[in-house]
């Protein structure tokens, strides 16, 4: 049963994750940083091997326009103290708009207190058929946004 987060001690972890994942000059990451500074949280839910924040939007933020209204931003890992095989995020974005932060362990209990983590970008080293092979990297495969390839009359993208 998942458990309602009402402390804050991992709002840092949220936001360094966030803004990670929202880093970059492209106009969809820069409408989506928009988004964000009217944005809040409007719940916390812990699930034992990670979490969801749900965002709020206020109604001064502006959607995306690119022809896709969903996708997910997936390329940032962290090492966390208390984690031996780190945290991989997921930031949804619906209809639109910034709609959760996802955190998620592998095998493990998520730590009920985040005291120290490190943040890197994850590329694809590796991939086949039936596997990827991912490594991290300082900087950002840009070219892997899954919104990259799609054009929109309303948005410049050059």
Request: proline share 3%.
């Given at each position: ?37 009217f944005?809040s ?113 309303g948005?410049n993208?050059?």
């Open positions: 049963m998942a458990e309602v987060i009402t402390n804050d001690n991992q709002g840092e972890l949220e936001n360094a994750v966030t803004q990670k994942l929202l880093a970059g000059d492209h106009p969809v990451l820069i409408t989506l940083k928009e988004q964000l500074k944005s949280v409007k719940k916390r839910t812990r699930t034992g091997v990670g979490f969801f924040t749900e965002f709020q939007i206020g109604l001064e933020a502006k959607s995306i326009d690119i022809g896709i209204a969903d996708f997910i931003l997936t390329d940032v890992k962290a090492d966390i103290d208390g984690l031996k095989h780190g945290a991989g995020f997921a930031l949804h974005i619906s209809n639109g708009f910034l709609d959760m932060l996802e955190g998620y362990c592998y095998d493990e209990i998520w730590p009920r207190k985040i005291d120290a983590f490190s943040i890197e970008y994850l590329r694809v080293i590796d991939q086949t058929a039936n596997s990827v092979s991912f490594g991290s990297t300082v900087k950002r495969d840009i070219e892997s946004l899954p919104f990259l390839n799609i054009r929109s009359p948005l993208t050059t």
